[in-house]
């Protein structure tokens, strides 16, 4: 990416296609699309709609979302959880399920997602696990959500055992990024969001990086740098989704920096007021790149760059600011090995030759991560 992929087209809205054959659906990216929901879950067949939420969302977007969905002749119908991570779990599943069948949503309806990470990972594995399938419209509120986890399909709740360990892959019909929400965002949740997008910069793209780290306080701010830097994120995550659905090579790449920053979320008890996500995917990444220039894989330099841009956002990149502290190396560790990506037992992280230059490792060495832990730690 350069600064001229800041192309008129995107300072008004963009477009992103996820190219999945007769699965494929558009990012809808822009200013008002949610005023569009109505005409599009129309226009998509659905006669009903169930729009799940959370309480905190509900304030702020839900009438807009059920006033389209009327416009449009639609039945609506809102199920809302109280918000917070602790809403992605088993029981609160078996409540959105059961309210869904209440409402008699069928195979060819349409389960609205309506919120952030949270709202997004529980509505769509209810809309996978529900009658065996129905179909599902993302509409992420969240920088994190709209930029990562609408995106790829990817669903699921937390176990007691770690994050996201029970879900299944299913692809929404449509996403609607509508970047007006993102207004109504408290800083931190904005500043944690932005975590996900420097990660695509980090994957693979260091000219992006390049861009984010002149443009991120006109992000911040608002306007096409804004649209601009979700919709690169999403043309990013899009092109690796279409190479691999499942995760079954380089989709792994999308898990930079959280295999230690899911680690540090497990610790706390998925605790928001101590560590959100988007929190412990920056201290993850920063741990990564530190973690590789201790095996001798990067420049000292690289890792110091990351930190420098992170901490300039206002992001923490060290285990060591999680307010409260943290377990001690071994019981990190242990948390590691609950990480979905472990295989035979054997620890996987993404780890970084360089700034855009990310791969995945295989059977990292299990000590040399616990020495590296306890020097994060000392």
């Known amino acids: 990416m350069t600064d001229a992929a800041l192309s008129p087209q995107a300072t008004d809205g963009a477009v992103v296609r996820v190219a999945l054959g007769d699965r494929a659906y558009d990012i809808v990216i822009g200013h008002g699309v949610l005023r569009e929901a109505g005409a599009r879950a129309r226009a998509l067949g659905a006669r009903k709609v169930a729009v799940v939420t959370d309480e905190n969302v509900a304030k702020a977007h839900l009438p807009t979302a059920l006033g389209a969905l009327a416009d449009a002749g639609l039945d609506a119908r809102a199920v809302t959880v109280a918000a917070g991570e602790a809403s992605k779990c088993m029981s609160t599943l078996a409540e959105v399920t059961d309210q869904l069948i209440a409402a008699r949503i069928e195979r060819g309806d349409l389960v609205l997602a309506l919120g952030g990470g949270v709202v997004g990972d529980l509505a769509g ?31 699921g709740v937390n176990s007691r055992y770690g994050k996201n360990l029970i879900g299944a892959f299913h692809q929404p019909s449509l996403v609607l990024a509508d970047v007006d929400t993102l207004d109504t965002l408290p800083p931190r949740e904005f500043r944690a969001g932005y975590a996900e997008v420097a990660k695509y910069g980090l994957i693979d793209d260091e000219a992006l990086f390049g861009w984010l780290e002149r443009s991120w306080e006109e992000i911040f701010a608002g306007g096409p740098a804004r649209i601009e830097a979700i919709a690169a994120s999403c043309r ?139 020097t994060e730690l000392a």
Request: glycine share 10%; proline share 3%; net charge positive.
């Open 236 to 374: 990013s995550k899009a092109a690796i989704v279409a190479r691999d659905e499942h995760e079954h090579g380089d989709r792994a790449l999308l898990n930079l920096g959280h295999t230690f920053g899911h680690a540090l979320e497990a610790d706390v008890a998925y605790d928001g007021s101590r560590l959100v996500h988007g929190e412990g995917v920056a201290i993850g990444m920063a741990m990564a790149f530190r973690f590789s220039a201790a095996l001798g894989l990067c420049a000292p330099d690289d890792a110091r760059r990351v930190e420098r841009h992170l901490q300039a956002v206002g992001l923490p990149t060290s285990p060591k600011a999680v307010p409260g502290g943290v377990s001690d190396a071994d019981t990190l560790l242990e948390h590691m090995r609950q990480d979905k990506k472990v295989s035979g037992g054997r620890l996987t992280f993404i780890l970084a030759r360089g700034v855009g230059r990310s791969f995945v490792a295989k059977d990292v060495d299990a000590d040399k991560a616990l020495a590296f832990l306890k």
């Open 125 to 155: 594995f209810a809309a996978a696990i529900l009658r065996r399938g129905v179909r599902c419209l993302q509409a992420p509120t969240s920088l994190l959500a709209q930029v990562d986890s609408s995106v790829g399909g990817k669903t």
